[in-house]
């Protein structure tokens, strides 16, 4: 049951994830357009862009791109041992980058819940609030902070062959 939750916890941000990065292309689109054909920019692109879409579409797929096995990974040792050691390299495995993106998501949650409960804001074309902007990268490394641990206590030792 566990598994079903955070996989549709994972779906739904890979999904804005992926809004993000088509509201990217769109806006910049437009802004290009819109200075070529109008010499009208689009305001507000760049401060959407840099605060709100990049930080969504870099963290809110990481642990659903992480559960389908689209990850990048630097290898150091084989995917698969036998034996106790196998079983603790495989969990280690899983368990390390836990204890990284867990301090990301406390450091860069604390820093949006600053920023949300002093109410920063970010003046531009419009005063952009920031604690939300921030929001996104606790988020997005929290839920895979969640499926590291789950793969981690999941996961069996690979059958001897």
């Known amino acids: 049951m566990l598994e079903k939750i955070l996989s549709k916890i994972e779906d ?31 305001q507000i692109q760049f401060e959407l862009t840099e605060l709100y879409l990049m930080p969504a579409l870099a963290t809110l797929s990481l642990s659903r791109v992480f559960r389908d096995g689209g990850h990048l990974a630097l290898e150091f040792t084989p995917e698969h041992m036998r034996g106790v050691f196998g079983a603790l390299v495989s969990r280690l495995r899983l368990l390390l980058p836990a204890a990284f993106f867990a301090a990301v998501t406390v450091k860069s949650g604390m820093f949006a819940y600053h920023a949300i409960a002093h109410g920063d804001v970010e003046y531009g074309v419009i005063d952009w609030p920031l604690g939300w902007a921030y929001a996104a990268i606790p988020l997005g490394c929290g839920v895979l902070v969640l499926r590291l641990l789950h793969d981690a206590l999941q996961r069996r030792a690979p059958a001897a062959t």
């Open 12 to 42: 739904i941000l890979h999904l804005a994830g992926c809004l993000s990065l088509v509201a990217v292309a769109a806006l910049i689109n437009a802004d290009i357009l819109l200075r070529l054909f109008a010499n009208r920019p689009v």
